[in-house]
């Protein structure tokens, strides 16, 4: 597996921005799709963001779509998420995601084998 150290978050006003980054090591990180979930108290891991292993392909949930986006450093190691137009929607606990099982779905938590440690992101109205 490949473990996952976050950073970033933090407190922000609606229409505000943060950056999620999230370092991976133990395993070669070209090697994996990433993704991100987040998840709002009392509410299940949602699906946020997609990028697949070579980076060319992205996908994005509805409710983020055109304001958030993420991208891949294999020189690095590093996963990031830029989220842009931020609203009290967003509010969260976010998690960086990798080592997808076979051939799962990608948008469901349970498809993923290494989890990091979670980030939280207030957004105030």
């Known amino acids: 597996q490949v473990q996952l150290v976050q950073s970033g978050g933090g407190l922000v006003q609606a229409g505000g921005s943060l950056r999620l980054s999230c370092a991976a090591s133990?395993?070669?990180?070209?090697?994996?799709?990433m993704v991100w979930f987040r998840q709002a108290p009392g509410k299940d891991r949602d699906f946020v963001a997609f990028i697949s292993r070579s980076g060319a392909i992205t996908d994005y949930s509805d409710s983020v779509k055109g304001r958030f986006t993420i991208s891949r450093d294999d020189n690095k190691n590093t996963v990031n998420l830029q989220m842009n137009s931020l609203k009290p929607d967003d509010t969260a606990v976010y998690y960086c995601?990798?080592?997808?099982?076979?051939?799962?779905?990608?948008?469901?938590?349970?498809?993923?084998?290494?989890w990091g440690q979670g980030t939280q992101v207030t957004v105030s109205s």
């Open positions: 995601v990798g080592d997808l099982k076979g051939s799962s779905p990608l948008t469901v938590a349970a498809s993923w084998n290494s």
């Open positions: 133990g395993r070669t990180f070209s090697d994996y799709h």
